[in-house]
Every structure is written in structure tokens, then in C-alpha cells.
């Protein structure tokens, strides 16, 4: 899951993902809105779990209400399987958090 994949078959994953963009040829990318700071801060400490969980931890960057996520396996020198089961992960986790708002 740590192997580096083509970019054929990093284009072909990506195409299961909603709002994941690669930046780079290396980078998978994702901006997360929210209603309010720190409703965007729990949704940092969830991916913080999520990261933990799966020994591989992306760039976080929290703009006000804008969380941005930015996934790349250092050691494979760009994506593999491991980023886009993170970004899965990620997505999972933010539609829970919405539905819970109401």
C-alpha cells in the first residue's frame, strides 16, 4: 500500500473521490468548509486520529472555517494506496461530523 502508483492509476482512483484534486503529480488535495472555527478545529482533531490510526499523516493547514488537507507518502516519493484510503477516511469522517450538525 506504501508502493508509488502511476499517475494513470492515481487519476483512476481519484476518480472515486469527491472534491480531492492532485496538485503536483504527488500531492492529493482537499479543502473542507465549515460553519464555524471550531467546528473546523474538531474536524483537525478527527483527521489527527484518523492519522494516528493510519501511521501516516498529512498537512494540515486551518484558514478560519477552510481546513485543507494535503496527502503524499514521503517515502514512496508521491501518492500511493495509503493516501487515498486516507482521504476515504477523511471524507467519512467530515460526512459524520455533518450529519451531527443536523
Known sequence: MRERLSEERAGFLLQSLQGWQIEEGKWLVKKY???SFPAAVTFVNEAA???EEMNHHPMIAIDFRVVTLRLTTWSAGGLTG???AGAERYDE???????AEG
Open 93 to 99: 469522517r467530515f460526512g459524520a461530523l455533518k450529519e
Open 49 to 51: 486520529r484518523i492519522a
Open 33 to 35: 468548509r465549515f460553519p
Open 82 to 84: 495509503l493516501d487515498f
